[in-house]
């Protein structure tokens, strides 16, 4: 269908109105990027259950607040942090308020010219912002191991197998679990051994750098996992899952009887880092 001029360049100003909203979209998930590496409290070893969980945490959240917490990390330059506030201000005014307040504009060519030109601004704002990030989490990744192949290899996967993402996980982490089991597990990707822990729902658990995070959402083969003999007489607990405040890899989760999960820091290993741990009990 061939559509008269004013037609196509009011398609054209929802074209612009689209991009602009996509590069919000981009900025809104390299930020949560930001707060999971780069920007976050712990520089240390990272977790992949604790990254998944830090990443459905920050996702769940508004872009002003997301802003909020890249302030308080103490790492966001000023100027930036004034830019971002910019981008809040225009990014929820597209959401709730824009084709409102341009309702007139959109009739005239003058009028649509304006907003092609105002939500070109905008969309630079969004752009321009992502780009300040994106170098800034690439370095983060390429001092974790995620080099620039990986980076094309997943590219290519997603590329050539398209998908709506992973499914979400059975749950989340709740302020107080109750722990049924405890295993030692070992990996072909795990130096050494680590805790894995199992709630009263089956669910399972790694240690964190603040407690507890999120484990397989399959069971390991039995080949992986046997029973943590020094933890069986302080099950079942309850515990807190998280420790508030503090260092991180340094704190204690108390089970019950008076026995504790003390951990105690990282040391090197051939992997790069894995947490100290050891059960002691209150005299």
């Known amino acids: 269908m061939v559509l008269d001029p004013e037609s196509e360049h009011i398609r054209e100003v929802y074209a612009h109105f689209g991009l602009a909203f996509y590069h919000a979209n981009c900025l809104e998930r390299t930020l949560v990027i930001t707060l999971c590496g780069p920007y976050y409290v712990s520089q240390t070893l990272v977790p992949r259950g604790r990254y998944e969980e830090l990443t459905d945490t920050y996702s769940a959240e508004t872009f002003g607040n997301l802003v909020s917490y890249a302030r308080s990390s103490g790492r966001?330059?000023?100027d930036v942090a004034l830019q971002?506030?910019?981008?809040?201000?225009?990014?929820n005014w597209l959401a709730h308020r824009y084709w409102w307040d341009r309702a007139g504009e959109l009739f005239s060519l003058e009028g649509r010219n304006g907003m092609l030109?105002?939500?070109?601004e905008i969309s630079q704002l969004f752009e321009g912002l992502d780009e300040y990030f994106v170098p800034i989490c690439k370095d983060w990744g390429?001092?974790?191991?995620i080099t620039d192949d990986l980076i094309l290899e997943?590219?290519?996967?997603l590329l050539s197998n398209p998908s709506p993402g992973d499914p979400p996980r059975s749950r989340r982490l709740r302020k107080q679990e109750t722990i049924v089991g405890a295993y030692l597990r070992s990996a072909a990707d795990i130096d050494g051994e680590v805790l894995l822990f199992e709630t009263a729902d089956g669910c399972l658990w790694y240690l964190g750098d603040f407690g507890l995070t999120y484990g397989p959402e399959q069971r390991p083969n039995d080949a992986e996992l046997r029973p943590c003999e020094r933890l069986s007489q302080a099950l079942p607990a309850k515990c807190k899952s998280k420790v508030q405040g503090g260092q991180p890899w340094q704190y204690e989760i108390a089970l019950s009887s008076g026995w504790r999960i003390k951990v105690m820091g990282?040391?090197?290993?051939e992997r790069g880092q894995v947490y100290r741990w050891r059960?002691?009990?209150d005299a």
Do not use: T, Y
């Open 154 to 157: 997943l590219q290519e996967e």
């Open 279 to 281: 059960v002691v009990r």
């Open 266 to 269: 990282l040391r090197p290993s």
């Open 84 to 91: 971002l506030d910019k981008a809040v201000e225009m990014r």
């Open 117 to 120: 030109k105002e939500l070109s």
């Open 76 to 78: 966001l330059p000023e």
């Open 142 to 145: 390429h001092r974790n191991g």
